[in-house]
């Protein structure tokens, strides 16, 4: 079945040690994103990859980088994560004809020890 | 930009009732409104979306309708089950992405 793969499902990380999230897909769509999402509150954007067209929001902090090696896979990096780092974070993707039907991975739940 | 106002935050219903769920948004150029569906640890899941073309969608128990003039959509589940405790956002499109509301925690008691 065609999907959206998110590695690891669960991470830990210290305080300040970077960390890397991935994101994998096998829909073939151009639009990969990267959200934030903390308890009880709405996916928030961080930034998104038209094709290897990077798209970063106005809000999102230095620290979160990102990076599209090919159609399949995007990387989130967090370069020094904080305690307020700890989230879910959501992968999604879409076509480049339909961006807004965006179909998610099953998230990374982020802990920041 | 576009805002997206959803409520209840909260909603009850007993197994068999039906829940509604209410959503309005800002921007009149929006043309695209998704709902998803997320469970307790799980990435959040698009059960039912609505263009601006038609009022309203139906696909078994859930529909949504659309009132471009007044800016609002709804979702409305029928014979609700326990399987339907989740939370639910609504989103409206904006450009290249989607802007979503707040969410709808609901809890179907058999």
């Known amino acids: 079945d065609a999907m959206v793969i998110q590695n690891p499902r669960y991470q830990v990380t210290q305080f300040g040690k970077p960390v890397t999230l991935s994101c994998s897909q096998t829909?073939?769509?151009?639009?990969m994103y990267w959200y934030q999402q903390k308890s009880s509150q709405a996916p928030k954007l961080l930034f998104h990859?038209?094709?290897?067209?990077?798209?970063n929001e106005a809000d999102t902090p230095d620290n979160f980088q990102s990076r599209r090696p090919n159609t399949s896979f995007c990387f989130l990096d967090i370069r020094s994560p904080g305690l307020g780092d700890a989230a879910m974070y959501l992968c999604?993707?879409?076509?480049?004809?339909?961006?807004?039907?965006?179909?998610f991975g099953p998230g990374t739940r982020l802990t920041v020890t | 930009g576009e805002n997206v106002e959803q409520h209840p935050s909260t909603l009850s219903v007993q197994e068999g009732d039906s829940a509604v769920i209410k959503c309005t948004y800002s921007d009149s150029a929006s043309n695209y409104f998704p709902w998803y569906k997320q469970e307790l640890g799980k990435g959040p899941q698009l059960i039912i979306d609505i263009r601006s073309n038609v009022g309203e969608k139906k696909d078994q128990r859930i529909a949504v309708t659309l009132n471009k003039t007044a800016k609002h959509f709804s979702l409305h589940i029928t014979e609700t089950q326990p399987e339907d405790s989740a939370v639910y956002f609504c989103?409206?499109?904006?450009?290249?992405?989607?802007?979503f509301g707040t969410g709808t925690r609901l809890q179907v008691f058999p």
């Open positions: 989103a409206a499109e904006d450009t290249d992405k989607l802007i």
């Open positions: 829909l073939n769509h151009n639009v």
């Open positions: 990859y038209y094709d290897k067209d990077f798209n």
């Open positions: 999604a993707t879409s076509s480049g004809t339909a961006f807004y039907e965006q179909y």
